[in-house]
């Protein structure tokens, strides 16, 4: 089992900066793969960007690309999501994924491991 914890959320203008962090407990000590999604209002969750806990390889979806960055703190077992030049179009619940395996995915059903999710909402 894992824990996920987000934190970071806000209300924030456009063209701001946030950074959330999501952080994990439990058993960790395995190969992970990890992601960011979203869930606006009347939408479905989408794939934001994604990770592999071993080798650190990268990947977005094309919404967020050069704008957000994904990265992870091996000691303190805590993923992070830099959203820069944000959006209103960004404003949704995101949530921390997690799943025991490698290699890519975005998709939602593919991750066992999910957090209570943070808002996030961009003002025009």
């Known amino acids: 089992q894992v824990q996920l914890v987000e934190s970071g959320g806000g209300l924030v203008q456009a063209g701001a900066s946030l950074r959330l962090s999501c952080a994990a407990s439990g058993r960790t000590g395995v190969p992970y793969r990890v992601a960011w999604f979203r869930q606006a209002p009347g939408k479905e969750r989408e794939f934001v960007a994604g990770?592999?806990?071993?080798?650190?390889?990268?990947y977005y979806a094309d919404s967020v690309q050069g704008r957000f960055t994904i990265s992870k703190d091996n000691h303190k077992i805590t993923v992070y999501l830099q959203m820069n030049s944000l959006k209103p179009e960004d404003t949704a619940v995101y949530y921390c994924?997690?799943?025991?395996?490698?290699?890519?995915?975005?998709?939602?059903?593919?991750?066992?491991?999910w957090g209570q999710g943070t808002q996030v909402t961009v003002s025009s």
């Open positions: 994924a997690a799943n025991r395996a490698v290699g890519r995915s975005t998709r939602a059903d593919e991750y066992a491991y």
């Open positions: 990770c592999n806990w071993v080798g650190g390889s990268t």
